[in-house]
């Protein structure tokens, strides 16, 4: 069973910076498809960030050159790095696993709140 525990959320002012950890508690951490996704009061889930095998990146255009995925394959953790925030960004942030390729499923961690206000 893989479990994903998000940290690093909080209370930020616009034009502040966050960084969201993702620690993953696997035996090993293979170069599974892994995501941010977020949501809002009232709004769709969805995706803000990905990165996959050869770390290649991709991140939905609202969030683009103000967001950095990244990981650490040591701490078997991954990041979002979070900059510029703008009160549109406040929502609950969800890590993501995509372990299909390795004979595991998709996981998701707990979600952590961010709130972007003056």
């Known amino acids: 069973q893989v479990q994903l525990v998000e940290s690093g959320g909080g209370l930020v002012q616009p034009g502040g910076s966050l960084r969201l950890s993702c620690a993953a508690s696997v035996t090993t951490f293979s170069p599974y498809n892994m995501a941010w996704y977020r949501q809002a009061p009232g709004e769709q889930r969805e995706l803000v960030a990905g990165i996959i095998r050869g770390d290649k990146t991709n991140y939905a255009d609202s969030v683009k050159g103000r967001f950095t995925i990244s990981r650490d394959y040591a701490k078997k953790t991954v990041y979002l790095q979070m900059n510029s925030l703008k009160p549109e960004d406040t929502a609950v942030y969800y890590c993501?696993?995509?372990?299909?390729?390795?004979?595991?499923?998709?996981?998701w961690g707990q979600g952590t709140q961010v709130t972007v206000s003056s």
């Open positions: 993501n696993l995509d372990g299909s390729m390795f004979g595991l499923r998709i996981y």
